[in-house]
């Protein structure tokens, strides 16, 4: 499966962007999905995790309340709603993916067989 993400750009402090991302099979029926970035000085975290099979989600201390993680009707398209971005939401956003779709470790470790690209995300002061 491969993923595309699409909507990073640059915005000050406060805006807000969309992410999407989509497969290159028809929908993520039955999968473990989640957004993860990598910013400046880290390593790769966590962001937001949306399991299909059952709806969860999951969120990082760091976001929780200003991003949302969702998918449409079809779950043909993942989507991370970001709102009111500061600075430190600096960083290449990925998707990633997981056929096994209560794979807990997508969340917990960040593992997944399938990952995007990334999108540059950048949030000026």
């Known amino acids: 499966v491969q993923l595309v993400e699409v909507g990073g750009g640059s915005v000050q402090a406060g805006g807000s962007l969309r992410l999407s991302c989509t497969p290159s099979e028809s929908s993520f029926h039955g999968f473990a999905t989640g957004w993860f970035r990598e910013t400046p000085g880290k390593e790769r975290e966590r962001v937001a995790a949306?399991?299909?099979?059952?709806?969860?989600?999951f969120y990082a201390d760091s976001v929780l309340g200003r991003f949302t993680i969702s998918t449409d009707n079809a779950k043909t398209t993942l989507y991370l709603q970001m709102n009111t971005l500061k600075p430190e939401d600096t960083g290449i956003y990925y998707c990633?993916?997981?056929?096994?779709?209560?794979?807990?470790?997508?969340?917990?470790?960040?593992?997944?067989?399938?990952w995007g690209r990334g999108t540059q995300v950048t949030v000026y002061p």
């Open positions: 949306l399991f299909m099979v059952d709806g969860r989600t």
């Open positions: 990633a993916a997981d056929r096994r779709g209560y794979r807990i470790e997508l969340w917990e470790k960040s593992r997944a067989d399938h």
